[in-house]
């Protein structure tokens, strides 16, 4: 039953990854279409054709390998100076510009001139590069808005999960254990017990942990703690003292290893499933924006951890970059936890609203063969002409996109290597859920 269990969950994950391939391809063509481009192929996946149907004058397929897909556009790049594009070239980056220009007018057909992608403005080349990493934006916030406001996300309560026995700093090495001599804990003494719900902290409300959170912190001293127990409110009467607890990162977590002196109560809250306002979603989808774009941005800082744990037989962290064979095998796990089926159909959604989030994020790098690359090129081309016409210089063209393709080679081998390393480590030493 359970590799029945972890079968399912892998094969549902990978549907929902083709579907957020198809969606992303979808942007691509819905818009190139818009404008008049010319779309011979739309595929998912890559290798061999599996599946393939002609329908106008594009051709729909779904291929062997669900990493990726794409569209293909007659005529990404301009021609070459000398308004060929078969030209070949001995050098080897001359003729990586070649190649990639001469597959831009694969299957030219009479009439096609005037469908060419490069010939549309800057502003339509931008939408249409800019359109499939939209969609997955798209479905990334309708993903996360709806499972927030639906089936709630798992969070701490203003619920007492635990009372502290003691005074104990927050660095010490066992925070469970009371040192000789320790004193109770200001919650202890207040009568303060698991189950309690606060609901006010000195007359005020109290409806979230991080509201109750810095209530606390901000109060030495006596304190009024209203909570409800057993269908009864109480008010308990307790004396905060200051002492060294975790530092917040304000977005509900704690800085690993850094301390702050504050107000203490002593005790820990219960986790729970609570389902979220529009606002307070919106509030989180920002903060996961902001965690993935920090997360991208330090992608270089973790290959050291990921050699070490894919070759090294080093700790996976869990913030460790994860790749869609590692992604697949979280989405077997997730059947396997022991919490109700609305919530492992929460996590699955919110599994592939993240990876939809990072393909948006991803490729919105300024890189070829990147969207983001294309799309840098046609802003530069738009601001190389109105400089030219503020200065009264003749039009300098189309961007030859083209000219970038050696730096796209190697970015794209850069990548190759990074996804290696990634998919060792998620079969080695995967990342695993609790």
Not at 323 to 347: F, H, K, N, T, W
Request: charge should be neutral.
């Amino acid at each position: 039953m359970t590799a029945l269990m972890t079968v399912l969950g892998i094969v549902v994950f990978v549907l929902g990854l083709l579907f957020s391939i198809a969606w992303h391809e979808l942007g691509h063509l819905s818009t190139a279409k818009l404008f008049g481009i010319r779309v011979p192929q739309y595929m998912v996946g890559f290798g061999p054709t599996i599946f393939s149907r002609r329908k106008g004058e594009t051709e729909y397929g779904i291929k062997a390998i669900p990493l990726g897909g794409y569209i293909r556009m007659i005529g990404m790049f301009p021609p070459g100076d000398d308004g060929k594009i078969v030209a070949r070239s001995t050098s080897p980056w001359r003729g990586m510009i070649e190649d990639a220009r001469s597959a831009a007018y694969e299957e030219l057909k009479p009439g096609d001139e005037t469908r060419l992608f490069y010939t549309r403005k800057p502003w339509k080349r931008v939408i249409v590069m800019f359109a499939g990493p939209f969609m997955n934006l798209v479905l990334a916030v309708v993903i996360f808005l709806g499972v927030m406001m639906t089936f709630g996300i798992n969070t701490q309560t203003t619920t007492v999960g635990s009372v502290n026995k003691c005074v104990v700093a927050a660095s010490a090495k066992d925070t469970d254990k009371c040192p000789a001599g320790a004193k109770d804990s200001p919650a202890k003494a207040a009568g303060l017990r698991a189950g309690d719900k606060i609901v006010a902290f000195n007359g005020h409300p109290t409806p979230d942990w991080s509201t109750l959170q810095q209530n606390i912190r901000k109060t030495i001293g006596p304190a009024t703690i209203t909570v409800e127990r057993d269908g009864e409110r109480k008010e308990l009467h307790a004396n905060l003292i200051q002492n060294e607890v975790a530092e917040t990162d304000g977005k509900g977590g704690y800085v690993e290893g850094s301390y702050v002196k504050a107000g203490f109560l002593g005790f820990a809250p219960a986790n729970g499933v609570v389902k979220q306002s529009f606002g307070e979603s919106v509030d989180r989808m920002g903060t996961m924006v902001e965690d993935g774009v920090d997360s991208l941005i330090s992608l270089p800082s973790k290959v050291p951890d990921l050699w070490d744990a894919a070759f090294g037989g080093g700790e996976r962290k869990a913030d460790s970059p994860m790749g869609v064979v590692g992604a697949a095998r979280v989405g077997g796990e997730i059947p396997q936890l022991d919490i109700p089926a609305s919530q492992q159909v929460a996590m699955m959604l919110f599994l592939l609203a993240g990876f939809n989030l990072s393909l948006f994020l991803f490729n919105m790098l300024p890189l070829l063969p990147l969207d983001g690359g294309h799309i840098a090129g046609a802003v530069w081309e738009s601001i190389r002409r109105h400089v030219a016409r503020l200065v009264r210089r003749p039009d300098p063209g189309p961007f030859d996109v083209a000219k970038l393709m050696p730096v796209a080679y190697v970015v794209a081998g850069i990548f190759i290597c990074f996804t290696l390393l990634v998919l060792i480590a998620d079969v080695v030493n995967p990342v695993r859920i609790s």
